[in-house]
């Protein structure tokens, strides 16, 4: 049976970290992208980052960016998010999903009167999902 399960969540104060594992099994996990995604209450899902699948290159959202990072250990199919330097809007259910094209959608986005690449969750979903982990950080 396919499965992704997240660990590693848990209650912390802001600015601390916490790391999440997403372990996978029943599929060849080498060849899959892994995108982290949350989902706070009240709120829609929303892309956190993702890891291609051979080289392993790592894109993120902006609200993100330097105090996340994502890895992954192809020899033990697990990928990790560490995350550092918490922040109460990072409270959610995380979840890791994982996405056979093996690689992670990036896009023009308009920011701040510019357009620039920015990651984006994959419009044509995720084949495989875990059953989410909750984070909570207080402030």
């Known amino acids: 049976e396919v499965q992704l399960v997240e660990s590693g969540g848990g209650l912390v104060q802001a600015g601390g970290s916490l790391r999440l594992s997403c372990a996978a099994s029943?599929?060849?996990?080498?060849?899959?992208?892994i995108a982290w995604l949350r989902q706070a209450p009240g709120k829609e899902r929303e892309g956190v980052g993702c890891?291609?699948?051979?080289?392993?290159?790592?894109f993120y959202v902006d609200s993100v960016k330097g105090r996340f990072t994502i890895s992954r250990d192809n020899a033990n199919n697990t990928v990790y998010l560490q995350m550092n330097s918490l922040k109460a809007e990072d409270t959610a259910v995380y979840y890791c999903?994982?996405?056979?094209?093996?690689?992670?959608?990036?896009?023009?986005?308009?920011?701040?009167?510019?357009?620039?690449?920015?990651?984006?969750?994959?419009?044509?979903?995720?084949?495989?999902w875990g059953q989410g982990t909750q984070v909570t950080v207080s402030s």
């Open positions: 890891i291609t699948s051979r080289d392993g290159s790592t």
């Open positions: 029943a599929f060849t996990f080498d060849d899959y992208a």
């Open positions: 999903a994982a996405d056979r094209s093996g690689v992670c959608t990036i896009l023009p986005t308009l920011v701040s009167g510019t357009v620039a690449l920015r990651y984006r969750p994959s419009s044509q979903g995720y084949d495989y």
